[in-house]
């Protein structure tokens, strides 16, 4: 490929990815998992990781997959830049580092969606266990580092990432807090892209210190019952709840 046509197709691709889906952490599994569901769904996904060079090693598996993928793999800071919504898959222990490393790459407008969760196994302990944080949560923490204008909303905490790595139906419930419901409702439809994912609204953002024990309690009982549980909450009212 010459230096021109090379150039043509690095425009198309940057085009095509403008409204990506980037995923911070996306070599991870349960980063690789979502970007596997969403490029099933035929959404263009951006893996993001610390070194391009296994983002772009993830993509490619992906691409082998899930045949006709859209998806490119870059450094986390580039990956931030190409998509509105952001997801940040990353292990708590590495949460801060990486928010301090994008602060140049996030901008005003975008929604950062939390998935860390502070669990006791990022200092050698328990993963069946939380740390205390002193914002109240792992989102709240992620919302005081974010840059002024970006938006943070939590979510994907009770979704196992070897079942999104898998090829089974989904079924469960996918509990989202943030401070406005408008966000929340953006997320939620990304949420629900993923067949078999329903997105509930969970409340205000601090309602997320709640929402992330969740994690270590599907942990315990799936180790019991050597599963993959996620959550499911009856009784809800049939209709959007984000019209």
Same mark, same amino acid.
């Given at each position: 490929?010459?230096?021109?046509?090379?150039?043509?197709?690095?425009?198309?691709?940057?085009?095509?990815? @403008?409204?990506?889906i980037?995923?911070?952490?996306?070599? !991870? &599994?349960?980063?690789? +998992? /979502?970007?596997?569901?969403? =490029?099933? #769904?035929?959404?263009?996904?951006?893996?993001?990781?610390?070194?391009?060079?296994?983002?772009?090693? @993830?993509?490619?598996?992906?691409?082998?997959e899930?045949? !006709? &993928?859209?998806?490119? +793999? /870059?450094?986390?800071?580039? =990956?931030? #830049?190409?998509?509105?919504?952001?997801?940040?898959?990353?292990?708590?222990?590495?949460?801060?580092?990486?928010?301090n490393?994008?602060?140049?790459?996030?901008?005003?407008?975008?929604?950062?969606?939390?998935c860390?969760?502070?669990?006791? #196994?990022?200092?050698?302990?328990?993963?069946?266990?939380?740390?205390?944080?002193?914002?109240?949560?792992?989102?709240?923490?992620?919302?005081?580092?974010?840059?002024?204008?970006?938006?943070?909303?939590?979510?994907?905490?009770?979704?196992? #990432?070897?079942?999104?790595?898998?090829?089974?139906?989904?079924?469960?419930?996918?509990?989202?807090?943030?401070?406005?419901?408008?966000?929340?409702?953006r997320?939620?439809?990304?949420?629900?892209?993923?067949?078999?994912?329903?997105?509930?609204?969970?409340?205000?953002?601090?309602?997320?210190?709640?929402?992330?024990t969740?994690?270590?309690?599907?942990?315990?009982?799936?180790?019991?019952?050597?599963?993959?549980?996620?959550?499911?909450?009856?009784?809800?009212?049939?209709?959007?709840?984000?019209?």
């Open positions: 490929m010459g230096p021109w046509a090379k150039r043509a197709y690095l425009c198309k691709l940057a085009a095509l990815m @403008a409204d990506a980037p995923i911070i952490g996306g070599t !991870g &599994a349960l980063g690789y +998992g /979502l970007a596997l569901r969403w =490029a099933r #769904a035929g959404e263009a996904v951006v893996i993001g990781s610390r070194d391009a060079g296994r983002a772009a090693e @993830a993509a490619e598996r992906l691409r082998g899930v045949p !006709g &993928a859209e998806v490119e +793999g /870059l450094d986390n800071a580039e =990956a931030a #830049a190409r998509g509105p919504i952001v997801l940040m898959t990353v292990p708590f222990r590495a949460q801060s580092e990486t928010l490393n994008l602060r140049g790459a996030l901008s005003e407008g975008q929604i950062l969606v939390d860390t969760v502070p669990l006791a #196994a990022a200092l050698s302990g328990k993963a069946t266990r939380t740390l205390g944080v002193w914002q109240g949560s792992a989102a709240q923490q992620a919302q005081e580092m974010a840059p002024d204008g970006v938006t943070v909303i939590s979510a994907f905490h009770t979704v196992s #990432a070897a079942t999104l790595s898998g090829d089974g139906e989904l079924a469960e419930d996918i509990p989202i807090c943030g401070d406005r419901k408008a966000d929340k409702a997320v939620a439809r990304l949420v629900e892209r993923i067949e078999g994912l329903r997105a509930v609204n969970a409340g205000a953002l601090e309602t997320a210190r709640i929402v992330e969740l994690t270590p309690l599907l942990i315990s009982i799936n180790r019991r019952y050597k599963a993959h549980a996620g959550i499911r909450i009856t009784g809800l009212p049939e209709g959007d709840p984000w019209a």
